[in-house]
């Protein structure tokens, strides 16, 4: 997106060409439909002067499309050359007396509207400098005596075409420009939300380190309890069945621990179907009741894929979420048919309480719109109906897919139910 005193420096230019181009008309109907003897000579030069300067002016706003961009002093310039130009013309054309005196109000107002202080009074200065100018120094407009009696009606329609033109091109250009600034200052907020929600998640992410290294040593003690108690009570079938549960659980806190340890790594790249496999079978360790339906939808050979810690961890969240939603059935699918690797988690549970197909959730965790989802509602801070939300599982695995270049989509399954649309990057062929 290009910077405000770009789309500024745009808008100098069409409105410089416009200038010039009034001019031009100017001249024609007071040279041939009026008769006036203006100096058509110095006239033509002023005209031909802006327009070589818009040449530049155009020049530069290439540069700045090529990644060098524009500055406010270059805007101050650039509204300088038009007040000295306008000034130029004004006194080939009767000074302080042509009513199109009015216009130089429009770059001070262009000015005030989109530069600093500092820029805004020395423009200002030169405006009241050039007028004043005007009013002692200047060629009175060259109208033949059979058109004195028209002289006062004349310059009566020229204010009132200066009003109009005024009018119409502060309400325009203005306008504009003060809507970018309110859009700008809304991607500064944005972008300040960004970084706070990122402090948020790596300020997490600190604690989980500290809770992988505190929580090696008692991992490790009830490994070594649970294989004394199987060596102690070898006869017992149903209690070695309990502890083979038990040491399977253990082992995979410990898998999930390494991976804490290591979540500073660059993750391995695997195909998008092999690393969602592994993924969900590490989610089955933690969750053996479930039954996940899988479902690989694309064609041809996979993309591939580096999700890192912090990335498969929200992917789990959201399963867990659909589990919690609906415990009897889930599904999970991979598309990447369109171009696009997308991972679909669905589930069965109550769905939205609103009626529209369609949920954003933002990085804060919250679902844009009137409903929510039973499941979901934990993702804005609310306690579910069971009070055991914690509020922040959904809005970190949705902070860390933004992070990583994704986005993620609530919709409501015609059956009934939710389905979370997961869009991820992949690796470069």
């Known amino acids: 997106m290009s910077s405000v005193p770009d789309s500024i420096l745009r808008r100098l230019i069409l409105l410089r060409a416009l200038t010039v181009s009034a001019y031009a008309v100017a001249m024609l109907i007071g040279g041939l439909a009026l008769d006036w003897a203006l100096p058509l000579v110095s006239l033509s030069f002023i005209c031909l002067l802006l327009a070589g300067y818009n040449l530049l002016a155009i020049g530069r706003l290439r540069l700045a499309r090529r990644g060098y961009p524009a500055g406010d002093a270059e805007v101050a310039r650039q509204l300088a050359v038009d007040i000295v130009g306008h000034g130029l013309w004004l006194f080939f054309v009767g000074g302080a007396t042509n009513p199109f005196t009015a216009m130089f109000l429009l770059p001070l107002t262009i000015a005030a509207a989109s530069l600093p202080g500092r820029y805004v009074w020395p423009l200002t200065a030169l405006t009241l400098a050039t007028y004043s100018t005007l009013m002692v120094w200047y060629m009175p407009l060259p109208i033949p005596e059979t ?173 867990d979420n659909a589990a919690d939603a609906s415990p009897d059935w889930q599904r999970l699918t991979l598309d990447w048919s369109a171009g696009r690797l997308r991972v679909g988690v669905e589930d069965a549970g109550a769905g939205f309480d609103g009626v529209a197909p369609t949920r954003r959730v933002s990085g804060e965790g919250r679902v844009s719109g009137e409903g929510h989802k039973n499941g979901e509602a934990r993702a804005s801070g609310e306690d579910d109906e069971a009070g055991d939300g914690l509020g922040v599982g959904i809005a970190l695995a949705v902070s860390a897919i933004e992070r990583s270049g994704g986005r993620v989509e609530w919709r409501a399954r015609p059956g009934g139910g939710t389905r979370a649309e997961i869009e991820l990057p992949v690796l470069p062929a």
């Open 147 to 319: 058109a004195l009696a028209q002289a006062f009606f004349l310059h009566t329609v020229g204010m009132w075409l200066a009003f109009v033109a005024a009018a119409l091109i502060v309400a325009g250009l203005v306008a504009r420009i003060g809507r970018q600034l309110r859009d700008q200052q809304r991607e500064l907020h944005d972008a300040r939300e960004r970084g706070l929600r990122q402090q948020q998640v790596m300020g997490l992410a600190i604690q989980a380190a500290g809770a992988a290294h505190r929580l090696g040593t008692p991992l490790a003690t009830m490994t070594v309890l649970v294989d004394e108690l199987a060596a102690e009570h070898a006869g017992d079938r149903a209690l070695a069945a309990d502890l083979a549960v038990l040491r399977q659980q253990l082992a995979a806190c410990r898998d999930e621990l390494q991976r804490l340890r290591a979540a500073g790594e660059a993750p391995a790249a695997l195909p998008a179907d092999a690393a969602l496999l592994a993924l969900l079978d590490d989610w089955r360790v933690v969750r053996p009741a479930q039954h996940c339906e899988t479902a690989v939808l694309g064609g041809g050979e996979p993309p591939r894929v580096a999700w890192d810690f912090t990335l498969r961890q929200s992917l789990m969240n959201l399963l």
